[in-house]
């Protein structure tokens, strides 16, 4: 028998070896990786969270007590009744005092890619049976595209699954144009888990079927080498003033679809006296565009050309939207399409996202997942999930939300279980001013991340590894029963049972638990799946079937061609728009008078970029994008990271010619700074970056000089005021501010910087 454990880089099966259970890529998967193999590794459980710890201040004062001491003190262990009570007390006390709109219920979605032991789920769950909790919604990878798509087309949930498949493309697709490119490391993830990872074996066939790729941005390696692509250079957040520029030649060059503009979309002509500069005097032409992108006006014509003359898909990376009015490539990207007018055709369109996830580009269709279901929250308020540490630091303060003015609550408790928000969000420094606010946090956690070393209570949760799950995602093409590998660790405990224990002491056990402990809720939720699947003619084997089993493969060939039913019969397929049209001119969001977000798609320049006054004292714009070695943080501390680092360091790359301008050459250590803080990498050289640009990849645990305590008080030497971090974190430099008043996601790429050689180096290696 096979056993099983899946993870959101990959299924992996686990065996028996001399030394214990050891983790392997499945054979079923052409195109593996070797993230988290070391999960049972001695380095990566020195790091766990092993019993309950307690903030020293807050066990001897209660809630409130130095708030602002986060991180810098030690934790006192205690026995688990007294952890509990501890917490299950304050969370009374709160709610009495303050009400349950004083409780923020803080995760995000990355925890596991089991079904019931999701952390999400259980904490919002368990909050919702005590009162109820201040939510956050949308996330920090689509804040801006889970807003703007439903105005324009359709949500960004939908338009994940409904991408069209890969198989099409290499049949039908003749040019991909991709700004941003579609980076492989990003698709090596999926949240169900990835059974068989698709982008390299789907570009390579693209490839010799004839199609041909533009990568469009400031890097060139962000597609696989398959593809040969031909790279534009582009300034970084310049993407809408180009596809401006191509929509501006095809406008003038009469190479628009007309009828399709006519008979699928609103607001066309409006669009296109801006990019005649009826009102503001500006044609946006390519030697408009060239001035601002940096691409050569010619190019930008010839690309237009070539898009209208072959069937062409248009692709945006998600990192373009996650900037300064990152909601205009998404509607841009949606506008040029239409243009071209092959909207619903196989292997012509748009796409948001290609190689962002492995599940975007597969054949596999929705199925009635194995849900725990996480009731009604009482509390009717919310935050846009990146507007944390505004809503600590400014309670009562109002903001603009997708066409709503909001007020911020006043946030006594947070409780957080799954993710990282020292990792997640931006202006780390801010964060931890705000963080220091709330009278109480709790963090369930697994590891001394940061977010666990700035808590006042952490309960140590188990890793998948230490209990029995159910894996699930059908648009991956596969169910899996999750063995437990290993015991739990020491005192660590899973979610459900921390959730439990709270729960019994508000009087809330009946209505967390039904009655049901975790074995109970495993089978429950299959069986309830198994039925409902059989509506769908899919017959899943019994429980007992399933966990000898260990694997269910699902269908995955069901071929896609997003929006082909709209296109063919927009009257009987409409989309959810107000018009029920694609809206390339908006009048729900032109009512909003938004001053950051116009009625169509328009150029805004960012606060922070190339262009901009500050770059004189800041002269390189930063990237920070995703890891190629972990999943967001996961794992930082595993092989596949520290493989990516360079002599305990991360690797800052940037083009030769900016190294050579400040006398850097490859592994020198160097400060990027900002104008919210500084961190320390190591130069990397090299001619996939263009010049004025650097990248530094997200997920190092953030690490201020001066240390965060620990259960044993450990601090490194230094200043600890939360000026320079030690880690490599890009969030110590981005800025803390919305995309729009329209959405307000996280702007993390429009970001300044200047780098020098690090002249005091830290008192301690890495």
């Known amino acids: 028998m096979r056993r099983y454990t899946s993870t959101h880089w990959g299924l992996r099966e686990i065996v028996e070896d001399a030394g214990g259970p050891v983790l392997r890529p499945v054979a079923e998967d052409p195109h593996p990786n070797a993230i988290g193999l070391d999960q049972l590794s001695p380095a990566l459980q020195s790091l766990r969270v092993r019993r309950p710890a307690v903030r020293e201040s807050w066990l001897r004062?209660?809630?409130?007590?130095?708030?602002?001491?986060?991180?810098?003190?030690?934790?006192?262990?205690?026995?688990?009744?007294?952890?509990?009570?501890?917490?299950?007390?304050?969370?009374?006390?709160?709610?009495?005092?303050h009400g349950n709109g004083a409780i923020y219920g803080g995760s995000y979605g990355w925890a596991s890619a089991g079904r019931f032991h999701h952390a999400q789920s259980q904490v919002h769950r368990f909050l919702n049976t005590i009162g109820g909790y201040v939510a956050h919604r949308n996330s920090y990878s689509l804040g801006a595209a889970h807003v703007i798509l439903p105005h324009v087309v359709i949500g960004m949930g939908t338009l994940m699954e409904a991408h069209t498949d890969w198989q099409t493309l290499t049949e039908h697709c003749e040019l991909f144009v991709t700004f941003g490119g579609v980076p492989e490391k990003n698709a090596q993830i999926s949240a169900g888990g990835v059974l068989q990872h698709h982008l390299p074996g789907a570009l390579a066939r693209m490839r010799a079927a004839g199609a041909e790729f533009v990568n469009i941005g400031p890097v060139a390696d962000n597609i696989p080498e398959v593809a040969q692509a031909e790279w534009i250079p582009t300034r970084p957040n310049t993407d809408t003033a180009f596809m401006l520029a191509l929509a501006h030649v095809l406008l003038e060059e009469d190479l628009l679809d007309r009828a399709f503009l006519a008979s699928h979309c609103v607001g066309f002509d409006r669009f296109a006296a801006y990019l005649r500069g009826v009102r503001d005097g500006q044609p946006k032409t390519p030697d408009w565009a060239a001035a601002i992108t940096g691409a050569g006006a010619d190019s930008i014509r010839a690309l237009a050309r070539r898009m209208a003359a072959r069937r062409t898909m248009v692709n945006m990376a998600w990192s373009l939207q996650r900037a300064d009015h990152g909601e205009q490539p998404c509607w841009m990207v949606v506008t040029l399409a239409a243009m071209l007018g092959q909207i619903g055709l196989p292997g012509g369109g748009f796409g948001i996202g290609y190689g962002a996830e492995n599940v975007i580009g597969g054949r596999g269709r929705r199925l009635p997942a194995p849900t725990f279901p996480q009731g009604q929250n009482p509390v009717g308020d919310f935050i846009p999930v990146a507007r944390v540490a505004d809503m600590l630091l400014n309670p009562g303060a109002s903001y603009a939300y997708d066409g709503e003015v909001r007020t911020y609550p006043d946030i006594r408790l947070v409780y957080w279980a799954g993710g990282n928000p020292f990792h997640h969000h931006q202006d780390l420094n801010r964060l931890r001013r705000a963080w220091a606010r709330p009278d109480t946090i709790v963090v369930n956690e697994q590891y001394w991340t940061a977010t666990a070393r700035h808590a006042d209570i952490v309960l140590p949760a188990t890793l998948t590894l230490e209990r029995e799950d159910i894996g699930?995602?059908?648009?991956?093409?596969?169910?899996?029963?999750?063995?437990?590998?290993?015991?739990?660790?020491?005192?660590?405990?899973?979610?459900?049972?921390?959730?439990?224990?709270?729960?019994?002491?508000?009087?809330?056990?009946?209505?967390?638990?039904?009655?049901?402990?975790?074995?109970?809720?495993?089978?429950?939720?299959?069986?309830?799946?198994?039925?409902?699947?059989?509506?769908?003619?899919?017959?899943?084997?019994?429980?007992?079937?399933?966990r000898e089993a260990g694997l269910v493969e699902l269908p995955t060939d069901t071929p896609v061609v997003l929006l082909q039913d709209f296109r063919a019969d927009p009257a009987a397929h409409p989309l959810c728009t107000p018009s029920r049209k694609i809206e390339i001119f908006s009048e729900r969001i032109a009512a909003m008078g938004?001053?950051?977000?116009?009625?169509?798609?328009?150029?805004?320049?960012?606060?922070?970029?190339?262009?901009?006054?500050?770059?004189?004292t800041w002269p390189l714009h930063l990237l920070s994008d995703?890891?190629?070695?972990?999943?967001?943080?996961?794992?930082?501390?595993?092989?596949?990271?520290?493989?990516?680092?360079?002599?305990?360091?991360?690797?800052?790359?940037?083009?030769?010619?900016?190294?050579?301008?400040?006398?850097?050459?490859?592994?020198?250590?160097?400060?990027?700074?900002?104008?919210?803080?500084?961190?320390?990498?190591?130069?990397?050289?090299?001619?996939?970056?263009?010049?004025?640009?650097?990248?530094?990849?997200?997920?190092?645990?953030?690490?201020?000089?001066?240390?965060?305590?620990?259960?044993?008080?450990?601090?490194?030497?230094?200043?600890?005021?939360?000026?320079?971090?030690?880690?490599?974190?890009?969030?110590?430099?981005?800025?803390?501010r919305g995309t729009s008043g329209l959405a307000q996601g996280s702007a993390a790429q429009s970001c300044l910087v200047e780098v020098t050689r690090c002249a005091r180096p830290p008192l301690a290696h890495l």
């Open 61 to 97: 004062g209660g809630p409130g007590t130095a708030g602002d001491k986060r991180g810098e003190e030690p934790f006192v262990e205690v026995e688990w009744d007294r952890a509990l009570d501890l917490v299950a007390a304050e969370l009374d006390r709160v709610r009495r005092i």
């Open 472 to 546: 699930y995602a059908a648009l991956e093409g596969h169910m899996v029963w999750m063995s437990r590998a290993t015991p739990p660790l020491d005192q660590a405990r899973d979610d459900f049972t921390i959730f439990a224990g709270l729960a019994e002491r508000l009087g809330a056990r009946a209505a967390f638990t039904e009655g049901r402990d975790a074995a109970d809720w495993l089978r429950h939720l299959y069986d309830e799946s198994r039925q409902r699947m059989q509506g769908e003619g899919i017959a899943l084997p019994d429980f007992d079937s399933f």
């Open 594 to 616: 938004l001053h950051d977000c116009g009625p169509h798609p328009m150029w805004f320049a960012p606060r922070e970029w190339l262009g901009a006054k500050a770059a004189v």
């Open 626 to 736: 995703q890891p190629k070695g972990k999943l967001h943080s996961q794992l930082e501390a595993g092989a596949s990271s520290r493989a990516e680092r360079s002599d305990g360091y991360e690797r800052l790359w940037m083009s030769p010619a900016d190294a050579e301008a400040r006398g850097l050459a490859r592994g020198d250590l160097v400060e990027i700074a900002s104008p919210r803080g500084c961190c320390l990498a190591r130069a990397w050289p090299d001619a996939c970056i263009m010049a004025g640009t650097v990248r530094l990849s997200t997920g190092a645990w953030f690490r201020p000089e001066g240390g965060a305590a620990g259960p044993e008080g450990g601090r490194e030497g230094g200043h600890g005021g939360g000026g320079r971090d030690l880690a490599g974190n890009p969030n110590v430099l981005t800025a803390d």
